[in-house]
């Protein structure tokens, strides 16, 4: 490997660092407002949610690391057959999180009923927006005939990063 490809992927494995890092503090600042409203509600979450379904998420999840290590031992097979099913996972786990989001606006759950709602619909529209970027790399790096090792280990820090926010909003802001 030449010095000038090993600069390039130690500055988009920098870059995606940066990328995730912002989006952490967002979504901190936003878990942080949330639970300070929340503490305030006397009861939380209103009746009449859904429940959430988190299974194509982690499905995804699992493929994304299956396509990961078929990438580094150069299989071909457990790389196409990971990001297929992480991609169709992920198109599933973002069209559920829709769905949802209609069900809780037909429940009578809006952003303009209170503040905790508000942050609610902020944090959950910021997290489908960026799983939706997740899910739409993730069917692009599947229609690629040969993709990259570093750019499907970027892509797969992504998606982990959607999973770790996705757990962290199902522990926060719908607990158990």
Known sequence: ????????????????????GS??????GLFFT??????RQNVWPPSGLAPISSAGL????????????????KRRRELRLGLVTAAVAGAVFVLSQVWVAQQAMAAGF?????????????????????????AI???????????RALTVGLWANYWH???VIWFLIYVLVFPF
């Open 137 to 147: 790399a993730l069917v692009i790096l599947a229609l690629r005939q040969a993709p």
């Open 23 to 28: 989006w952490w503090m967002m979504f901190a």
């Open 161 to 163: 990063f959607v999973g």
């Open 58 to 73: 982690l499905l995804s999840t699992i493929a994304v690391v299956i396509s990961s290590v078929g990438v580094e031992v």
């Open 110 to 134: 809006k952003v303009e009923g209170s503040p905790v709602s508000a942050f609610v619909a902020l944090i959950a529209v910021f997290h489908l927006v960026h799983a939706a970027v997740g």
């Open 34 to 39: 949330f639970l300070l409203l929340k503490a």
């Open 1 to 20: 490997m030449t010095d000038a490809l090993r600069h390039q992927e130690a500055t988009a494995r920098t870059g995606m660092i940066f990328f995730l």
